[in-house]
């Protein structure tokens, strides 16, 4: 729980953000005291701050399985967040070029824009479908001929039902000569990423998802990628302008050694306390005269998010009868909590209107607890969240 007391809020949306540990608190604030010289300065303090930054970063790249020796070593640009790396990998990769571009709805946001904005400047550019399961249905992504370059944009887990996706089938989608992006942001610190094989030429994730500081975020690039500078200046090799917030990224590699470690062990726990929390929230429905579906129940689901959907409840009215009832839980991502529209990773999965429209994300993460699924459980099965009042 977050918080003290009786009334302490329960905090069901990690997906959105999480708790910093005090682990990665220490790490920034030691580097705060040991780095906070302009690692591009020349004397001694500016390279104690530069070396404090390229170690972060080989560590960062070496946790996620990348190759960090050897002339093909990959490379990792520093930026604001997972949104900048996103938006750096679709827009860089395609230049002043005109690749064809295909995303998907289970992408974020920033995805979704950035590929449109290059259909903005006369760039072949589509969303491809999705099947029930939540992947991307590989068998209909259609490339304009004659073929050129290609851009295939994926998310590694969906951040709002949590399906895994099947790089295998997207690599053969794209075929040998496309640029391959993957938003592996929700999924690094619950299922196992090794970006020399994963057949992606750019990984993009945030730390805040898992225990790290907001504000930076991480594009991984292979050694052969050749990316156009979004903000152009001679930092992060000239791709991304701008002083390199060293604390961070040294923040950043804290908190990802940590995810890493205890990924397996730490995979399983929240599963069973999301099918606890589901199974907790079906039988609440079911006293309360209603019914509680799953979304996307049968496919491959990392192990901390759950979309529930109650038919016939708004899901809006839910989440704010949650809240007042101390329950923190979303409709949907937090960078499009303010639409009306129901997420469109759940809508692309071709359900019934009233599922979709009654759609509620429940994501856990390393600071929920048994104790806060059973409270939560309670708290929602008392409140107005089911009332047909």
């Not at 996103?86 to 974020?108: E, K, M, T």
Request: aromatic share 4%; hydrophobic share 45%.
């Amino acid at each position: 729980m977050t918080g003290s007391g009786a009334a302490a809020a329960i905090y069901l949306d990690h997906a959105a953000t999480t708790p910093l540990r005090d682990e990665v608190r220490e790490a920034i604030a030691a580097a705060e005291t040991a780095g906070f010289a302009n690692p591009s300065s020349p004397h001694a303090l500016g390279r104690r701050a530069r070396r404090l930054l390229e170690e972060a970063r080989e560590r960062i790249i070496a946790l996620l399985g990348g190759r960090t020796t050897g002339r093909e070593r990959d490379r990792l640009v520093f930026t604001s967040g997972a949104t900048e790396a996103n938006r750096l990998a679709v827009c860089g990769i395609a230049g002043s070029g005109r690749p064809a571009c295909r995303y998907s709805p289970r992408d974020h946001g920033s995805v979704v824009a950035a590929a449109r904005g290059l259909g903005d400047h006369g760039c072949d550019v589509a969303a491809v479908p999705l099947r029930p399961s939540g992947r991307i249905d590989c068998g209909r992504i259609e490339w304009p001929l004659p073929p050129g370059r290609r851009i295939l944009c994926t998310t590694l887990v969906c951040g709002q039902t949590g399906s895994v996706e099947d790089l295998i089938a997207v690599r053969g989608a794209g075929g040998g000569d496309c640029h391959i992006h993957v938003d592996a942001t929700q999924a690094v610190a619950v299922e196992p990423v090794s970006f020399a094989t994963l057949g992606a030429h750019t990984l993009a994730f945030a730390p805040h998802k898992f225990g790290g500081p907001r504000g930076i975020g991480c594009l991984v690039m292979r050694n052969d990628v050749d990316l156009t500078a979004a903000t152009p200046g001679p930092q992060e090799s000239g791709l991304r302008g701008g002083t390199e917030p060293v604390s961070l990224a040294v923040g950043c590699a804290a908190a990802l050694e940590l995810a890493v470690a205890a990924r397996e062990r730490e995979a399983g726990r929240l599963r069973q306390l999301r099918d606890r929390l589901e199974a907790g929230l079906m039988a609440a429905a079911v006293a309360a005269g209603r019914s509680a579906v799953v979304i996307a129940a049968e496919a491959h689901r990392a192990a901390h998010i759950t979309t529930i959907a109650f038919p016939g409840v708004d899901r809006q009215a839910f989440v704010m009868a949650a809240d007042l009832a101390g329950v923190c839980c979303a409709t949907g991502t937090a960078c499009a909590s303010g639409s009306s529209l129901p997420s469109p990773a759940v809508e692309a999965l071709g359900l019934p209107p009233d599922l979709a429209a009654a759609a509620v994300r429940f994501s856990l993460g390393w600071t929920t607890t048994a104790l806060d699924i059973d409270a939560a459980i309670t708290r929602l099965s008392l409140s107005r969240c089911l009332s047909r009042d």
